[in-house]
């Protein structure tokens, strides 16, 4: 089942704006996970929080993480065309440490040039 | 890291029939994962394929109508059988290392 809920759905903004996506769960994990993916094709990890770190940065990429609030955000900034793509949070099961990922359901980010 | 080749990339069928899709890690690893994304949708996990043991299949998948097998460690094959066009995905595999999970490029599965 769906751990993972994002919003929004979908998300348009012009070139060098940022883009600031969500990301809620349900259960305790160990660490979430943000993938993008490029017109259907396969996913490219971006980063891993761990569920005792409350921010990273990587790039042009912030991921905030609050325990307390079951929640993650991924803030892109000064975006570009070729962010065009969709992002996925994907969390773990937590304890049962099985190497299973629970997706969100994404979201679909359009960068106009 | 790993790096993660699926055969086909893509493939049109006819329903009734199925397909054997191939995973092929260029390291060893203990668990290799099959997700199915429909049009549209987010991933959903099939089964986790283990060497030397049966997979375990998530609710709502079976293995009559998804058989994997995991003769080694470096590869895995999902089968998607008796196809209706339903079962027109995207199949990816993974596996899973501490930092990541790495996927491959995914098997675009279209049923007339």
């Known amino acids: 089942s769906q751990q993972g809920e994002e919003d929004p759905q979908a998300l348009s903004i012009q070139e060098g704006e940022n883009a600031t996506m969500n990301c809620s769960y349900k259960?305790?994990?160990?660490?979430l996970q943000w993938y993008r993916q490029n017109s259907g094709r396969g996913l490219v990890h971006l980063i891993l929080?761990?569920?005792?770190?409350r921010e990273k940065h990587s790039g042009r990429l912030r991921v905030t993480l609050d325990t307390s609030k079951k929640s993650s955000s991924l803030l892109i900034t000064a975006s570009r065309a070729a962010d065009t793509a969709s992002y996925f949070c994907a969390t773990d099961e937590g304890s049962s440490n099985t190497g299973k990922l629970i997706f969100g359901q994404g979201t679909t980010l359009q960068v106009k040039p | 890291s790993a790096v993660i080749s699926q055969k086909p990339s893509r493939d049109i069928c006819q329903r009734g029939t199925s397909l054997t899709i191939q995973c092929q890690v260029d390291?060893?690893?203990?668990?290799m994962f099959w997700y199915r994304q429909q049009p549209g949708q987010s991933l959903t996990l099939i089964a986790t394929?283990?060497?030397?043991?049966?997979?375990?299949?998530e609710s709502g998948f079976v293995i009559d109508k998804f058989p994997i097998s995991r003769p080694n460690l470096t590869f895995s094959t999902l089968t998607v059988s008796n196809m209706s066009p339903e079962d027109s995905s995207i199949y990816l595999c993974?596996?899973?290392?501490?930092?990541?999970?790495?996927f491959g490029p995914g098997t675009r599965l279209t049923v007339l």
């Open positions: 929080i761990r569920s005792n770190e």
């Open positions: 993974s596996v899973d290392s501490p930092n990541e999970q790495f």
């Open positions: 259960t305790s994990i160990n660490n």
């Open positions: 394929a283990n060497q030397g043991s049966e997979a375990t299949y």
């Open positions: 390291s060893q690893v203990t668990m």
